[in-house]
Nanobody, 125 residues
Framework: QVQLVESGGGLVQTGGSLRLSCAAS????????MGWFRQAPGKEREFVAA????????DYADSLKGRFTISRDNAKNTVYLQMNSLKPEDTAIYYC??????????????????WGQGTQVTVSS
């Protein structure tokens, strides 16, 4: 049973920061790329960031480059998303995702084999 459990969401003001965590279990975490996606009300789930199995490859949505940083700790089976300079348009449910890939980090939803339950991030004006 693959399980991904997100934490760290909450309510912050514009310009604030949050760090999301995703605890993974039920698979060999260190052999798969991992990612974060988000979904706002009325919107499709969209790609946020991804990281390869060994933290050597990264990808970010263009609008998020420079503000968001993805990282992972394979010893802890955990992937993180550091979010800085948050904007109201970042408000969404953020989902941790297990990729079917190992090194490739340019991901679509079709690449995802498991999703977390999501954690709400709300950025106030």
């Amino acid at each position: 049973q693959v399980q991904l459990v997100e934490s760290g969401g909450g309510l912050v003001q514009t310009g604030g920061s949050l760090r999301l965590s995703c605890a993974a279990s039920g698979f060999t975490f260190s052999t798969f790329a991992m990612g974060w996606f988000r979904q706002a009300p009325g919107k499709e789930r969209e790609f946020v960031a991804a990281i390869s199995w060994s933290s050597t490859n990264f990808d970010y949505a263009d609008s998020l480059k420079g503000r968001f940083t993805i990282s992972r700790d394979n010893a802890k089976n955990t992937v993180y998303l550091q979010m800085n300079s948050l904007k109201p348009e970042d408000t969404a449910i953020y989902y941790c995702a297990k990729s079917r890939t190992v090194n490739r980090v340019v991901l679509n939803t079709a690449d995802i084999t498991a999703w977390g339950q999501g954690t709400q991030v709300t950025v106030s004006s």
